[in-house]
């Protein structure tokens, strides 16, 4: 098996879709139209895996009783200080490079203030 694309359920499909493609970097691979709602998958452009925004309200709709609480994601990086530069610039709010056991790590925050982590590739 591989890592196709992780869901994240949002509130704000717009806010959050915006902030993943003009914040961050990703690019809409696909959108899907479910039910009177739009369902996008974003990703970085030279990557297969995606992130597959999934509207709460769908969910809410569509009564499949899914926990929707935000999973856990970890970015890899070749150059953290940059990329922490890089997401500070763009108006994300990101903490401060650290040491996490050893391994050089920081975290940010979407607008619905879900936190990923970035880390420094070995």
């Not at 696909?30 to 969910?59: H, K, W, Y």
């Not at 926990?67 to 990086?77: E, N, R």
């Not at 890089?86 to 490079?97: D, F, M």
Request: glycine share 8%; net charge negative.
């Amino acid at each position: 098996m591989q890592l196709g694309y992780v869901v994240i359920y949002v509130n704000d499909l717009e806010r959050c879709h915006q902030f993943w493609t003009d914040q961050v970097g990703m690019v809409t691979k696909r959108s899907s139209e479910t039910d009177g709602f739009s369902i996008p998958q974003i990703g970085f452009a030279d990557q297969d895996v995606a992130i597959e925004l999934v509207p709460n309200a769908f969910m809410e709709k569509a009564g499949h009783g899914a926990v929707t609480v935000a999973p856990s994601m970890c970015f890899h990086v070749n150059a953290i200080e940059n990329e922490h530069q890089r997401l500070t610039a763009a108006g994300v709010v990101v903490s401060p490079i650290g040491d996490h056991f050893g391994t050089t790590t920081f975290a940010f925050s979407d607008p619905e203030d879900r936190w990923f982590a970035v880390i420094s590739k070995p």
